[in-house]
């Protein structure tokens, strides 16, 4: 019973810091292309993101540079204001609502040997979304049982670090489908931007010790995995 309380005690408050710091919803789907197919799948992904867009939704899809699968894989991302608004996505098959170009592409999509699903899941923004088109890069963190909100504050404190030398933060909580992750999501607008904001990262004293405590010492979790990826444009 002991357990149980304190297992309760702890969602509940994760579910408090969640709807204290959210601002957005994301699904996110991920594919790896073919041998030999890459350009396929990018004229695929191209394809059900313009659909999408037509119908109303606001869709990102990325194409991994670095990580694991590396160039083979895509990132198709759904943002949402709200679940209110999720529940309405045009192109959902919630009520049976589907268009009909949306409904063709998902059969062409579906027969494809061109391309396999690899996993699917739900987040969360703790702070204000920064859309856009920009180089992407992730780390996404795995923190102590219990040191949820720990983390997360580090978390924020090395975002207000890597801002002011240009980056542009997004953290994001992991939910359905996924782990009790934290994703540090850096954002850069061009390469040149990005090496000259990394350089700066690299000498700044500050950041130094931090380094040390997340990727050494692991003192706020375990890294789960970490990638970079571009827009399709």
């Not at 357990?3 to 408050?13: I, S």
């Not at 194409?63 to 679940?83: H, M, P, T």
């Not at 702070?127 to 780390?139: E, K, L, M, T």
């Given at each position: ?44 992904m191209r394809e059900g993101r313009d ?35 999720k529940a309405k996505q045009a192109y ?142």
């Open positions: 019973m002991i357990k149980t309380e304190k297992l309760m005690a702890g969602l509940f408050c994760l579910m408090a810091i969640s709807s204290l710091h959210g601002e957005g919803i994301a699904d996110i789907y991920w594919y790896e292309a073919t041998p030999g197919k890459v350009a396929e799948v990018t004229a695929l659909i999408a867009i037509a119908n109303g939704q606001s869709t990102i899809v990325h194409k991994q540079n670095i990580g694991e699968g590396a160039e083979n894989r895509f990132l198709w991302v759904d943002f949402f204001e709200s679940y209110s608004q959902s098959d919630v009520g049976g609502d589907y268009s009909k170009a949306w409904a063709r592409y998902i059969d062409k999509m579906e027969s494809s040997d061109a391309l396999t699903p690899l996993k699917s899941y739900s987040m969360t923004s703790m702070d204000a979304i920064n859309p856009g088109n920009y180089i992407v890069q992730v780390y996404t963190w795995e923190p102590k049982p219990g040191e949820f909100a720990k983390t997360l504050l580090a978390m924020e404190e090395a975002q207000k670090i890597f801002e002011s030398h240009g980056y542009l933060i997004d953290i994001w909580q992991h939910g359905l489908g996924s782990g009790n992750y934290l994703q540090f999501t850096m954002l850069s607008t061009s390469r040149e931007s990005q090496a000259k904001s990394f350089e700066a990262l690299l000498a700044d004293d500050n950041w130094a010790p931090k380094q040390q405590e997340w990727f050494d010492e692991k003192k706020y979790g375990r890294l789960v995995e970490s990638y970079e990826m571009t827009v399709l444009d």
